[in-house]
């Protein structure tokens, strides 16, 4: 279909296209015709100037033969995409943007192209500036080092980043659009899919630690995710944002790091053990060598009782034997003897009973590393852990314990435990020693007490120490804070201690304390095996 255009006429009404917002041109063989005023104001050119630039002129030289072409086409009456962009520049050299429609029409009884045109520099621009900032987008979210996956609320995956790519041998394109669970991510599904519920359901960020995961040609390795809930600036929710990172150099670094806090813990103990030791086997070994003299002279005695009988049996008894014989009772005393040498037994072993106990707390205590919990008598760690460090707090402190006779088994990781109740009575010992010295004129009191309370067990470490200053109250369970001199303190004690308690016992370590009158340190396990 051609549409007929007559040419404007000298003092006569201008036709609508004067009228319009677009810009028109027509173009016939190669020579623009007619310019709308729109048009003009567009390229900054007045009505009245003289020769008013072509419009192929106006095209960039970038695009002028694309444009050029499909003006001739559609002059011939050949097919030309229904509208395309093309860029102008301005007599003032200001880039446009226009979006173009070309029609066949009769110009003065001749083919000739009219050319509609419509300014979408701004829209141009915000296009731009909007696949700018995707682009950026993507780049920044390839660049992290994280896995950053999203997902809307039908668990479909939407994101995928390239570390996400990387750590679980899937391409985007192999999982992008599909749920979640159905795209055979080699990590704990059950695991993500509860910590998604509960983001749902409590609409807060949901931290899954611990969650396993296998590599693609690697050992299982651990993640750390966190679940956050996206919502449309109207509120709405539209996914889930789930942000990882493999944490099993740190899990590794964490279990090096209770190892060696451990030995050291083992280590400066030693000394204070083996005084313990030494004690009894000091009186033992004296005990020995008293036994032993003893054992010579009764055996002395014994020579000269069988001598006598021998005689006797002779019928033949001589004085010089009777004298022998009451010379030597006399010189080592045998009712001496008689009264010590069973004395000196009982002391033996009762020293090595000691040490046996020293022994077997020290087994108990070194218990060997498992991460897998089992069920544990907590009254008998703790008693055993009380004997172990024993050194640590006997110049300072008197030892109370209430421990609940009907207390549960708990399940949990026994050497972990163990050395956060010696952390926890090593800081005890060492508070005390703050206000009593070396012990010399009087001792403080730690009090080690156990309950069942309803799910859980909670043990409680007592001191009447100095008390924690309020203004370090929020930091003592900080890695490496410490107020002890340096080579006295690490300050992982506690922070390990925290660590052990509630990140991989599901439990609660907290404490009560008043300044100048002491700190107690309570530990609550759940009795139910968590999934820690």
Not at 206 to 225: S, T
Not at 384 to 405: G, H
Request: one cysteine or more.
């Amino acid at each position: 279909m051609t549409l007929v255009v007559s040419p404007a006429v000298p003092n006569t009404t201008p036709p609508l296209v004067e009228y319009v917002n677009d810009a028109i041109a027509i173009v016939q063989d190669g020579t623009t015709v007619y310019q709308n005023p729109a048009y003009l104001r567009l390229l900054g050119q007045a009505a009245e100037d003289s020769q008013p630039r072509d419009f192929l002129d106006a095209v960039t030289l970038a695009e002028r033969t694309r444009v050029q072409e499909y003006m001739q086409r559609c002059q011939r009456g050949e097919a030309v995409p229904e509208q395309c962009r093309v860029d102008l520049c301005t007599d003032d050299g200001r880039p446009v943007t226009l979006e173009m429609k070309l029609r066949l029409i009769a110009y003065q009884g001749q083919p000739a192209t009219f050319i509609v045109m419509r300014d979408i520099t701004v829209h141009s621009q915000a296009e731009e500036a909007l696949r700018e900032a995707h682009q950026r987008t993507a780049q920044v979210l390839a660049a992290i080092p994280s896995i950053l996956i999203g997902i809307d609320m039908a668990t479909k995956i939407t994101w995928w980043n390239t570390t996400a790519e990387q750590t679980f041998g899937l391409a985007s394109a192999q999982v992008v659009g599909h749920p979640l669970q159905e795209c055979g991510i080699p990590w704990d599904t059950p695991a993500i899919l509860n910590g998604l519920a509960t983001c749902r359901s409590t609409r807060a960020r949901v931290r899954v630690d611990d969650v396993r995961f296998q590599p693609p040609g690697k050992k299982e390795g651990f993640l750390g995710i966190s679940l956050t809930l996206m919502q449309s600036a109207s509120g709405e929710d539209v996914g889930i944002l789930l942000l990882g990172a493999n944490i099993t150099e740190r899990k590794l670094m964490q279990s090096q790091l209770a190892q060696a806090q451990k030995l050291e813990s083992i280590g400066l103990l030693a000394a204070g053990i083996a005084h313990e030791i030494n004690t009894p086997i000091q009186y033992v070994g004296d005990n020995m060598l008293f036994l032993q003299e003893s054992f010579h002279d009764l055996s002395t005695l014994l020579e000269h009782y069988a001598a006598l009988y021998e005689r006797c049996t002779e019928g033949t008894p001589t004085a010089s034997v009777l004298s022998q014989i009451e010379t030597t009772a006399a010189t080592i005393d045998v009712a001496y003897l008689t009264a010590e040498i069973p004395t000196a037994i009982q002391q033996s072993l009762e020293g090595v009973e000691r040490v046996a106990t020293i022994v077997r707390a020290m087994r108990e205590f070194s218990h060997p590393s498992t991460k897998e919990k089992v069920s544990v008598d907590l009254n008998k760690a703790i008693e055993s852990t009380i004997t172990v460090a024993r050194n640590e707090w006997k110049y300072v402190a008197q030892m109370v314990t209430d421990l609940a006779p009907d207390l549960p088994l708990v399940p949990c990781v026994p050497g972990e435990l163990n050395q956060v109740i010696l952390n926890i009575l090593v800081n005890a010992a060492h508070a005390l020693g703050e206000v009593v010295g070396d012990g010399a004129t009087g001792k403080g009191t730690i009090t080690v007490s156990t309950r069942q309370i309803e799910d859980g067990v909670e043990i409680r470490i007592a001191d009447t120490g100095p008390g924690i200053p309020e203004a370090i109250r929020d930091k003592i369970f900080d890695p490496f804070f410490t107020t002890k001199e340096i080579g006295k303190g690490t300050g992982q004690g506690l922070a390990i201690a925290h660590t052990v308690v509630v990140e991989q016992h599901g439990g609660q370590l907290t404490f009560e304390t008043a300044e100048g009158e002491g700190t107690t340190f309570i530990i609550w396990l759940p009795l139910a095996l968590s999934e820690s």
